[in-house]
């Protein structure tokens, strides 16, 4: 049972969102801190916390502690070229626990663009060549979990960043090639803006989030047992 089912964002989060990227600088921010704190972090706990409870439901893996599935509003600019200071949106994502790299759900609130996520976005090498094994034992199934109507209803198309040949180690007339040279496995959905504000703001992302998520545990089976392994190795090392 979802505590807070009707928790969205305020037109006073999304004006400041938008304020933001025209004054994006230390000292607009701290003026407005006040406005960001009430209307953007606290609610953005709030509807973390909400998502937790129905994750509980179809991914119990994902449940994660609000203050831990927001991410930070401050850039890293270490090694940036655009040196602004903060991002001019909220985010907040739920991977695997204990799964470094794993695949999970995302959710980012901007001024004029909300967007809704699942998948793997940047699996490491070693993970990459896992999920094409697992593939290879699974074409079927994951082109099932591909074609979900469901899914396809409230995704735009899979985002694969998909290699031109084979990767290395694969054949390049296997029947699954199309699925194999991917090397990012990411569903998108972007709706406006606005749609932080509606009551049933909950409701679009964890639609959204049940639809992936079989997508999601599917990626997660054989990265889960790599780290395994991972933590095996290590501990004999």
């Not at 916390?49 to 401050?74: C, G, Q």
């Not at 991977?95 to 996520?117: D, K, T, Y």
């Not at 198309?157 to 084979?166: E, F, K, Q």
């Amino acid at each position: 049972m979802v505590t807070n089912p009707n928790v969205h964002f305020s037109a006073s989060a999304l004006d400041f969102l938008d304020e933001l990227e025209h004054h994006n600088d230390r000292e607009w921010f701290a003026e407005n801190k006040p406005t960001y704190e009430r209307e953007l972090k606290s609610r953005m706990l709030e509807v973390a916390e909400a998502v937790n409870d129905t994750l509980a439901e179809f991914a119990p893996d994902h449940l994660r502690a609000p203050s831990k599935a927001m991410l930070r509003i401050y850039r890293d600019v270490r090694f940036a070229k655009d040196k602004s200071p903060y991002k001019t949106h909220v985010a907040a994502h739920w991977p695997r626990q204990g799964v470094e790299g794993s695949a999970g759900f995302f959710l980012q609130v901007g001024a004029r663009s909300l967007m809704i996520a699942g998948g793997a976005w940047g699996p490491r090498p070693d993970q990459l060549a896992a999920i094409r094994r697992h593939i290879l034992d699974h074409e079927q199934a994951v082109r099932g979990l591909l074609g979900d109507p469901h899914l396809t209803r409230l995704f735009e198309p899979m985002d694969g960043d998909a290699l031109v040949r084979a990767p290395r180690g694969f054949s390049a007339d296997h029947p699954a090639l199309d699925l194999l040279r991917n090397r990012r496995w990411a569903f998108t959905a972007h709706l406006p803006g606005e749609a932080a504000e509606s009551p049933d703001f909950i409701e679009t992302i964890v639609e959204r989030f049940r639809a992936v998520a079989p997508l999601v545990e599917f990626l997660n089976t054989p990265l889960t047992t790599l780290e395994v392994t991972r933590s095996l190795t290590k501990g004999r090392a």
